[in-house]
């Protein structure tokens, strides 16, 4: 990495690049200042002017986590339509959060080894916390408008609606991650119709 | 620490207790050889005789974790008595993963926290594969049972309905974990009731 003055902003995506990379390769176990160090060709000593202390770099990595995360293609959102609403909104909401795709897969592994390091620091917890609680209000919204068109029973609230499906997607998850081959995408997409069918409404 | 020569047994648990002190306090991320020998009031040096390398650790640390696991209080399962089949061996099988008493939210953060490490090393995520494959082939059993008694729904298979109740409880204990005040034990335990009546025959 040549030192580029006045270049800021360049030096700056360069770092984020690094550390990225080692995300995506090592998860958030591997992310040590010495790692992106050497994905940079910089030293550490050059780091610790970007981040002080391995808590910096960590904030740091859970915001580009933020960042990729709302970038992040959504398919099914796409192919929903914008105008989507009501049950169509929440499947496709919940479709874009499953391992469908080796992208997805990739993406949900970061989120997946985030946990840790976000659970061991109070602070990055609750900012965890806040990012899952966003999710959630948004699937409430869908949820209560799927009640509202008659989509989903209403025997619970549009939060406790949310709050299952968001815990029943982040487990799928993470089953799919250890074993791939026994959740592939086409029974993790069952698996959450299924879910979903027995929120329908029946009247 | 005072080397005992000849008390390998009572080393090895000293050395166990310290692996499982930092884990409880830190997670996996916090699990370093340094992190270990300062809870012994050992060197680093020593304690590299028992783990050569920081992956021999964290495979320590995962079959203590499991080994912890097998024997942690399962109160739900014990009080549906060693007779229960069916839906309530697996609704006491769910309950015991849940975040449900300080004991299980602890022990629900060293799993989380585990993932991470054993997602970035393809020999420890295929034994972590491993462990939840016979969690789900175990309820899996429970399922197939509440399906012969007219209990469950039988338009799932029994590995559907398994695989579908491992991830509500894994993703509802990560939601949990991170925000024990929006999932306070009674919600977890609600939450989960209405996912197992959505699953229940109506005939």
Do not use: C, N
Not at 139 to 164: H, I, K, V, W
Not at 171 to 187: K, M, N, S, T, Y
């Amino acid at each position: 990495m040549t030192p580029a003055r006045g270049d800021h902003a360049a030096r700056r995506a360069e770092v984020s690049a690094a550390v990225w990379r080692v995300l995506t390769e090592r998860g958030f176990a591997g992310l040590t200042l010495r790692a992106v160090a050497g994905e940079l060709g910089a030293t550490t000593g050059l780091l610790t002017h970007y981040f002080p202390s391995k808590r910096a770099l960590l904030r740091y990595a859970l915001d580009l986590l933020d960042e990729a995360h709302a970038a992040r293609p959504r398919p099914h959102t796409e192919a929903a339509g914008p105008g989507a609403e009501g049950l169509a909104a929440l499947r496709a909401a919940l479709l874009d959060i499953l391992a469908l795709t080796p992208e997805s897969a990739a993406g949900g592994r970061i989120w997946v080894s985030s946990w840790d390091a976000a659970l061991a620091d109070p602070e990055l917890a609750a900012d965890h916390a806040a990012r899952y609680r966003r999710a959630r209000t948004r699937m409430a919204g869908f949820a209560a408008a799927a009640q509202d068109r008659g989509e989903l029973r209403t025997d619970r609230t549009p939060e406790d609606l949310a709050g299952a499906a968001q815990s029943f997607v982040l487990g799928l998850v993470v089953q799919a991650l250890f074993a791939p081959e026994e959740f592939p995408p086409d029974r993790q997409r069952q698996l959450l119709d299924g879910f979903l069918a027995d929120l329908t409404a029946t009247s």
